[in-house]
């Protein structure tokens, strides 16, 4: 008889059992490995706000003295007073303006400078719990990988020890991976809630930038006329002791300011909603070879002359016109060809026959139907025979572009159905007018259709699932082709 302690049929039940916890060891490990996260790249830090001109500006907001303005004695004292009772209120309007801004801008560039370093020492942070995370997933699949030889080296013991000794483990490596999960879930949230205010700290810095440069544009054209007053003509000073007329200044000041205020807005608009230059320079590359060959092509609201940059390196001559004096200065200060003006004031100017090409991107929705047809009568009229024209506009016939790209842009006038923007090219005199559709909707977006199995299909029972299925799909290719088609088309046609 033998002195081993386990007959035969222990041995194979052992082994067999012994070869079930290890089938559940490695699925366990599976699904640890699985559970693993990835985590998220987290975004770059915001750049602190550039405040070097604020020393420059708080010297030239001041445009009187601190002491008031010394008119001297005698009868040229009498004369300044008698001038300065004209000018005076137009000075002193503009030089509480100024300060009162300045005053504004000195408070908040502190405040930006610290949510600037706030959220850099906030995103850091995040990335060291990130790294610290990542290293205990790493360490924990060490060590579960141990687990196994560590076991091996161990003297077995009686089945269900085991198997208690399996279930245990199993249930522990559960919990760590819900743990596990729990925490990645809470990061994902905070990661999103701080890039949230990423956003909006760059939109913040961004509208006062454009402030601080619209201020020291404002700032410098009045320092020069400081300076050419003091060489004026006495004639001019005679004129102006006499009481001459002139236009009133402070009104025009303010009406200027208020249009550049609302420009620079526009842009600021541009730059979140339409799209980074990268994306639309990108987009803009379709139209290239609808100029090849072409000079004196004519980009109408050339916005950041992002099609100028294509057709600039594709070697077509081309000029933009914007009626933005933001975008124009944006552009003029790339070395970009561009003014401006009206569109139907600038063609009106021009040679018949003179352009060799129009190019319009997300411009013909702006104007009202009256003007719109004006514009393709003269665009008619100034462009070479074998021109090409392109008009690119927002898509209402798919109703997402329609209530999301076209209502949000309150300088929208007027909705161009593909079909009506052809027919105003052709009854304008232009030839071949093609519709050219792009930024199609992302297909895992749109409703889905429901498969239809073989097994569906074959058995009487299952009929009427099967006609609700056909019915269901017919629905839903209805609806995608009214919501869920392309954001955006082009007009192409040529002139004969």
């Given at each position: 008889?033998?002195?081993?302690?386990?007959?035969?049929?222990?041995?194979?039940?052992?082994?067999?059992?012994?070869?079930?916890?290890?089938?559940?060891?490695?699925?366990?490990?599976?699904?640890?490995?699985?559970?693993?996260?990835?985590?998220?790249?987290?975004?770059?830090?915001?750049?602190?706000?550039?405040?070097?001109?604020?020393?420059?500006?708080?010297?030239?907001?001041?445009?009187?003295?601190?002491?008031?303005?010394?008119?001297?004695?005698?009868?040229?004292?009498?004369?300044?007073?008698?001038?300065?009772?004209?000018?005076?209120?137009?000075?002193?309007?503009?030089?509480?303006?100024?300060?009162?801004?300045?005053?504004?801008?000195?408070?908040?560039?502190?405040?930006?400078?610290?949510?600037?370093?706030?959220?850099?020492?906030?995103?850091?942070?995040?990335?060291?719990?990130?790294?610290?995370?990542?290293?205990?997933?790493?360490?924990?699949?060490?060590?579960?990988?141990?687990?196994?030889?560590?076991?091996?080296?161990?003297?077995?013991?009686?089945?269900?020890?085991?198997?208690?000794?399996?279930?245990?483990?199993?249930?522990?490596?559960?919990?760590?991976?819900?743990?596990?999960?729990?925490?990645?879930?809470?990061?994902?949230?905070?990661?999103?809630?701080?890039?949230?205010?990423?956003?909006?700290?760059?939109?913040?810095?961004?509208?006062?930038?454009?402030?601080?440069?619209?201020?020291?544009?404002?700032?410098?054209?009045?320092?020069?006329?400081?300076?050419?007053?003091?060489?004026?003509?006495?004639?001019?000073?005679?004129?102006?002791?006499?009481?001459?007329?002139?236009?009133?200044?402070?009104?025009?000041?303010?009406?200027?300011?208020?249009?550049?205020?609302?420009?620079?807005?526009?842009?600021?608009?541009?730059?979140?909603?339409?799209?980074?230059?990268?994306?639309?320079?990108?987009?803009?590359?379709?139209?290239?070879?609808?100029?090849?060959?072409a000079v004196d092509v004519l980009d109408v609201g050339c916005?950041?002359?992002?099609?100028?940059?294509?057709?600039?390196?594709?070697?077509?001559?081309?000029?933009?016109?914007?009626?933005?004096?933001?975008?124009?200065?944006?552009?003029?200060?790339?070395?970009?060809?561009?003014?401006?003006?009206?569109?139907?004031?600038?063609?009106?100017?021009?040679?018949?026959?003179?352009?060799?090409?129009?190019?319009?991107?997300?411009?013909?929705?702006?104007?009202?139907?009256?003007?719109?047809?004006?514009?393709?009568?003269?665009?008619?009229?100034?462009?070479?025979?074998?021109?090409?024209?392109?008009?690119?506009?927002?898509?209402?016939?798919?109703?997402?572009?329609?209530?999301?790209?076209?209502?949000?842009?309150?300088?929208?006038?007027?909705?161009?159905?593909?079909d009506t923007l052809t027919y105003l090219l052709h009854a304008?005199?232009?030839?071949?007018?093609?519709?050219?559709?792009?930024?199609?909707?992302?297909?895992?977006?749109?409703?889905?259709?429901?498969?239809?199995?073989?097994?569906?299909?074959?058995?009487?029972?299952?009929?009427?699932?099967?006609?609700?299925?056909?019915a269901f799909n017919d629905a839903a290719d209805k609806i995608?082709?009214?919501?869920?088609?392309?954001?955006?088309?082009?007009?192409?046609?040529?002139?004969?």
């Amino acid at each position: 008889m033998s002195d081993d302690p386990l007959s035969v049929v222990g041995e194979k039940r052992l082994k067999l059992e012994r070869e079930r916890i290890d089938r559940q060891y490695n699925d366990a490990l599976t699904a640890l490995d699985h559970a693993l996260q990835q985590f998220p790249e987290l975004p770059v830090s915001p750049v602190v706000p550039d405040d070097s001109l604020i020393t420059r500006l708080n010297e030239l907001a001041r445009l009187m003295p601190e002491g008031g303005v010394d008119f001297g004695v005698g009868w040229r004292g009498r004369i300044r007073r008698f001038v300065w009772r004209f000018i005076g209120p137009v000075f002193q309007r503009q030089h509480d303006f100024n300060l009162v801004l300045i005053d504004h801008i000195n408070r908040n560039v502190e405040p930006t400078r610290q949510r600037a370093h706030a959220l850099d020492r906030v995103l850091t942070a995040i990335r060291d719990s990130f790294a610290s995370q990542a290293l205990f997933q790493h360490k924990l699949m060490l060590y579960a990988q141990q687990i196994t030889p560590y076991v091996n080296t161990k003297q077995p013991s009686m089945p269900l020890s085991v198997q208690e000794f399996g279930v245990g483990l199993a249930a522990g490596l559960d919990a760590v991976g819900d743990e596990i999960q729990i925490r990645a879930e809470a990061n994902i949230v905070r990661e999103r809630r701080f890039e949230a205010r990423v956003e909006e700290l760059r939109a913040t810095v961004g509208a006062l930038q454009q402030k601080l440069l619209l201020l020291t544009r404002q700032l410098e054209p009045q320092e020069a006329g400081n300076i050419g007053k003091s060489t004026e003509s006495r004639s001019s000073r005679r004129q102006a002791a006499l009481g001459a007329e002139s236009p009133p200044r402070s009104q025009l000041t303010e009406g200027q300011l208020s249009t550049t205020d609302g420009a620079f807005k526009y842009v600021g608009f541009e730059d979140q909603f339409r799209g980074a230059p990268e994306e639309i320079r990108a987009r803009m590359n379709e139209y290239a070879p609808d100029f090849t060959g072409a000079v004196d092509v004519l980009d109408v609201g050339c916005g950041r002359g992002e099609f100028l940059d294509v057709l600039k390196e594709h070697g077509v001559p081309a000029r933009g016109l914007d009626i933005n004096p933001e975008m124009v200065k944006v552009c003029q200060m790339r070395g970009l060809d561009v003014v401006e003006g009206d569109v139907v004031s600038y063609l009106e100017e021009l040679d018949d026959g003179s352009l060799g090409g129009l190019f319009s991107a997300q411009v013909v929705e702006h104007l009202r139907p009256e003007y719109l047809i004006r514009l393709l009568e003269l665009s008619y009229q100034k462009l070479r025979p074998g021109s090409q024209i392109v008009l690119e506009t927002i898509n209402p016939a798919c109703w997402v572009a329609f209530f999301d790209g076209y209502i949000r842009d309150i300088t929208h006038a007027q909705p161009l159905h593909p079909d009506t923007l052809t027919y105003l090219l052709h009854a304008t005199g232009f030839q071949g007018a093609t519709i050219r559709y792009s930024a199609p909707y992302p297909e895992h977006a749109k409703l889905q259709r429901v498969a239809v199995s073989n097994q569906f299909k074959k058995s009487k029972d299952t009929d009427e699932l099967a006609s609700l299925t056909v019915a269901f799909n017919d629905a839903a290719d209805k609806i995608n082709s009214f919501l869920f088609t392309h954001l955006d088309y082009a007009v192409v046609a040529k002139r004969f």
